[in-house]
């Protein structure tokens, strides 16, 4: 089947739409190289499925779609264990951090947190939208996000506190690791 | 870092991509390049499968077909709602899915004619009359979104309130075709998918829509605990089985003992990491064949990590183990880590563990991920 005139035009706009968006999307959560594959991968999903996409909640939708299409990525690559040992470092965007108490705090949360609370303030995203994202309800978004924020601040405030009297239970966690 | 706002605000300033950083314009040769390849795909009606989300808005309705019934559908037909139909041994009930243009009714509010929602609560909840949960066996096989006679049949496995039937089939009578409804009413659509679980809950004979019935999601099952007491007091013991999933289980913070000393029973669940071929969080494997004092001692030997000394943990790929136990007709499942973190475990009230040497060569038996 080939795609009609109109979907042509439609996927096009779509594009115009989405595309530096998912862009960031995509380069917030695993490296360059790997962000230009997966979205390549979007955009094809996108193409399938022009169809489909909400014109309300396009973009939403293309993170929900970018998001499946990270999960499938990182499960190839993270096959070869060895590897990505070595890579590690590179894989996880690093972040010229001139916050390292809230980005610490960000990265002890569980993952499910951390992408509620990235999608909500660097995709700038509506509990609403958020939802869309993560096929959830709403509601469930709201109540994630509330306690994801109820977390992080939780986890910040505990951090500073340790602070001062140094990382003593930190660095002990870490040697125990290894 | 007092409002929520300010903590958006202070979280986008570590965003490694902020809109300041520039990234390719769909202009770019490079860009065309993707969408030239893409767009000479050839599409195959047939692939349109791919399941993207339960909730969907009006105007993917006309997508939604097969394996899906969604809310926001005008019925007219009206089914009976109460009478329970013995078949082959089985009671079976049948449910009205709601009407575009009717009304939600839940805990007694009655919302307005554009089908507009009552806030999702519990003390709404605890009002419903009828309260389920169960997995779907069958969905009606349509293939054009027409939805004649749409029946979900869900296999009932608890009752919180209302009923005692062993089948519910929830059904859509109408002739005519999908008319969407205002956006507002169907935004809660929900998917009847085979297979999944959901929890449902209905007045008057209507399943209630408007985030009142829906896939059996932690959040959900929580609110359902709360609004009519937890689930394992059914009147049969729960059955021992291996979550399908353990998305939303939070360590707390309460001192005490791990797991409850000399369970009766026990069953050790493997789910897959982000680092195995199936999906991430399938069960992939458990172990029923334990001895369950034995497990609970070597796991009590664990000692508690004190909050604010949060391990950190340079690669985990997320890999976790279950093992739940069964005591005096309660549940306690314990979480555990195997990569990175792999010596730290949870409950959802005990926060974080350290298992003992002996617990973690133990486990090793069950599961070789689990670190030294």
Redesign the interface.
């Known amino acids: ?3 009609l005139p109109e979907d ?1 035009l439609r ?1 096009e706009a779509l ?2 739409e989405v ?2 968006p998912l ?2 999307y995509l ?2 959560r695993i490296d360059f190289a790997s962000a230009d594959d997966v ?2 991968d979007v ?7 022009v ?2 996409i ?4 396009a973009l939403a ?1 293309c993170y ?2 970018a998001r ?1 299409c990270l ?1 499938n990525k ?2 190839g690559a ?2 070869h ?1 060895k590897l ?2 070595r890579l ?1 470092s590179e894989l996880e ?7 390292p108490l ?2 610490e705090a ?3 949360l ?3 947190d951390r992408e509620v ?1 990235r999608l ?3 995709e ?1 995203l509506p509990p609403r939208e958020i ?2 994202v993560l ?6 978004a709201s ?2 996000l509330h ?1 994801a ?1 109820k977390k ?2 939780a ?2 405030l ?2 500073n ?2 602070e001062s009297p140094g990382h003593s ?2 660095q ?3 040697e ?2 290894r | 870092m007092s409002s929520d706002e300010d903590l958006r605000a202070r979280l986008s300033q570590i965003d490694p991509f902020p809109t300041s950083v520039p990234v390719d314009p769909f202009t770019s040769p490079k860009s065309q390049d993707i969408l030239k390849g893409v767009m000479a795909t050839q599409i195959h009606e047939k692939n349109q499968k791919y399941s993207h989300g339960r909730w969907r808005k009006p105007s993917l309705l006309t997508a939604v077909a097969a394996a899906v019934v969604a809310f926001g559908i005008v019925a007219l037909g009206v089914t009976s709602g109460g009478p329970i139909n013995p078949t082959k041994g089985k009671t079976t009930l049948v449910l009205k899915l709601p009407g575009g243009g009717t009304s939600l009714q839940a805990g007694g509010i009655t919302s307005t004619q554009s089908a507009s929602c009552v806030g999702f609560s519990v003390p709404y909840l605890r009002e419903v009359p009828m309260a389920f949960a169960g997995t779907v066996t069958a969905v009606s096989d349509r293939t054009v979104p027409t939805l004649s006679d749409m029946t979900v049949t869900l296999r009932v496995d608890h009752w919180y309130k209302g009923g005692t039937a062993d089948v519910v089939t929830l059904t859509t009578l109408t002739s005519h075709a999908l008319t969407p409804t205002t956006s507002a009413g169907v935004e809660d659509g929900v998917e009847f998918v085979q297979g999944k679980r959901y929890l449902v809950t209905a007045t008057n004979g209507t399943v209630n829509g408007c985030g009142f019935t829906g896939e059996a999601t932690p959040e959900l099952e929580k609110a359902f605990a709360e609004a009519f007491g937890p689930a394992t007091a059914a009147t049969h013991p729960p059955s021992l089985v291996c979550p399908s999933s353990l998305a939303g289980v939070h360590p707390g913070s309460r001192l005490g003992q791990l797991v409850p000393s000399a369970p009766e029973r026990v069953v050790f669940c493997k789910y897959a990491g982000s680092n195995e071929k199936v999906k991430y969080g399938t069960l992939i494997r458990f172990a029923a064949m334990l001895n369950p004092s034995t497990l609970a001692a070597l796991l009590n030997q664990a000692k508690f990590v004190p909050d604010g000394s949060a391990y950190s943990c340079p690669i985990d790929f997320n890999a976790l183990d279950a093992i739940v136990f069964l005591k005096a007709k309660k549940i306690t499942t314990l979480v555990i880590h195997t990569w990175g973190c792999g010596w730290t475990a949870s409950t959802n009230t005990s926060g974080t563990w350290r298992l003992s040497k002996a617990a973690r060569s133990e486990l090793r038996k069950l599961d070789p991920t689990i670190s030294r």
């Open positions: 089947v080939t795609r042509r996927f594009v115009t595309y530096q862009q960031r380069c917030r979205l390549g955009l094809l999903v996108m193409w399938r499925r169809d489909d909400p014109a309300e909640a939708w929900g779609v499946g999960a990182r499960r993270d096959r264990l990505v040992r590690a965007p690093t972040i010229p951090s001139d916050d809230l980005r960000l990265n002890r569980p993952e499910a609370l909500w303030a660097w700038y939802a869309i096929g959830i309800s709403p509601n469930a109540i994630r306690r924020t992080l601040k986890e910040f505990r951090r506190e340790t239970m930190e002990q966690g870490k125990d690791i």
